[in-house]
């Protein structure tokens, strides 16, 4: 017999939830101050008394992985407040899908969605203009990326770091990369010890005792050694979304020593080695694939060749159909 959804209890129509939202990492908290400050205002001319503030930083919203959000959405289901309170509805979403499901999913728990900033009325007319705002919202959000994607393709034609950070480079005066004399010994260092047959395992207990810690200032792993071992960047090549330049930025390692190190990488594979690592390549970043692996439920192990789309997710293809349709030098 099929269990009965459990029924939300009757929120409470006195109390809201403040959501607030910004999106770029060049943005401040004072952002996020602004629209708890407007919404505060909002809900006290308006008989609400705020229980709670549920704030994401730097997170798009054309995404529904944002913490705070899916956390206040959850939370609908308690009874605790009967409004979610934005400063505008693009804080909401920008993509008029989540827009859609999330909106339901706290009417389903009878609450109410409510911006601060946009008057509109609960009427027939008022859902054609909600209709209206998302989508503008996500014709904005469309626009805006691809302005932005300009740009940055406008920088890489002349080698601008474009914010991908890379171990053993800073941004210079002029926008490009420079070396980071404090990390770039490391990096000759790490090349050095591989090519000379050292396991990569003690290579990256030898950078951690070291004290040194990656671009995200974590302790190195074997993958992001391995990310760093495949880079052509450290050979002096630029990339980025297709853009490849050689010489596009100061060299860190020589070529005789970088392919030195791909060839005991291929000679000296892992388990469930990836036979393409170093090798294949986003024909539009110019990232290398890398392996990764998941268990799914059933315990079954699957292998997959993946690389980072730059705004949090990563594509995937399973390794031996990549493996199988690819043709690799004798």
């Known amino acids: 017999m ?52 549920c704030a994401d930083r730097a997170l798009s919203g054309t995404s ?22 934005v400063y505008k509805l693009d804080r909401f979403a920008r993509n008029r899908f989540d827009a859609a499901v999330y909106r339901k ?3 389903e728990c009878g609450v109410a969605l409510q911006s601060a900033m946009e008057s509109i009325p609960e009427t027939q007319e008022g859902v054609i203009l909600e209709a209206v705002i998302e989508g503008y919202n996500e014709y904005y959000s469309s626009n805006l990326a691809q302005n932005t994607l300009r740009g940055m393709m406008g920088n890489a034609d002349n080698c601008l770091v474009n914010g991908v950070r890379v171990y053993g480079y ?17 990096v000759r260092a790490t090349f050095e010890r591989v090519a000379a047959g050292e396991g ?30 495949a880079n052509e960047k450290y050979r002096g090549v630029y990339s980025f979304n297709g853009v490849r330049k ?26 469930n080695a990836f036979a393409l690592c170093g090798r294949l390549f986003d024909a539009s970043t110019g990232t290398p694939y890398r ?10 192990r699957y292998l997959y060749y993946s690389v980072p789309t730059g705004d949090g997710h990563e594509r995937r293809y399973p390794k031996d159909e990549v493996e199988a349709a690819a043709v690799l030098p004798c």
């Open 291 to 300: 392996g990764t692996s998941g268990t799914g439920c059933s315990g079954r």
């Open 2 to 53: 099929p269990r009965r959804k459990r029924r939300a209890p009757e929120p409470d129509r006195g109390a809201c939830v403040i959501y607030a939202r910004f999106s770029s990492n060049k943005q401040r908290d004072v952002s996020i101050d602004d629209q708890v400050r407007v919404c505060s205002d909002w809900a006290s001319g308006h008989g609400l008394t705020v229980v709670a503030t």
């Open 170 to 186: 800073r941004t210079g005066a002029d926008g490009r990369y420079e070396v980071d004399e404090d990390e770039a010994p490391f």
């Open 64 to 85: 529904d992985e944002r913490p705070e959000f899916l956390r206040m959405v959850a939370d609908a289901r308690s009874g605790n407040f009967g409004t979610v309170l």
């Open 105 to 107: 999913r706290l009417t």
């Open 246 to 271: 050689e010489g596009g930025m100061p060299r860190i390692v020589a070529d005789e020593l970088f392919f030195a190190v791909q060839a005991t990488m291929s000679s000296h594979p892992r388990q």
């Open 200 to 229: 990569r395992r003690a290579v990256v207990e030898w950078l951690n005792a070291a004290g040194s810690r990656n671009t995200r200032g974590n302790p190195w792993t074997l993958n992001s050694l391995r990310g760093v071992l």
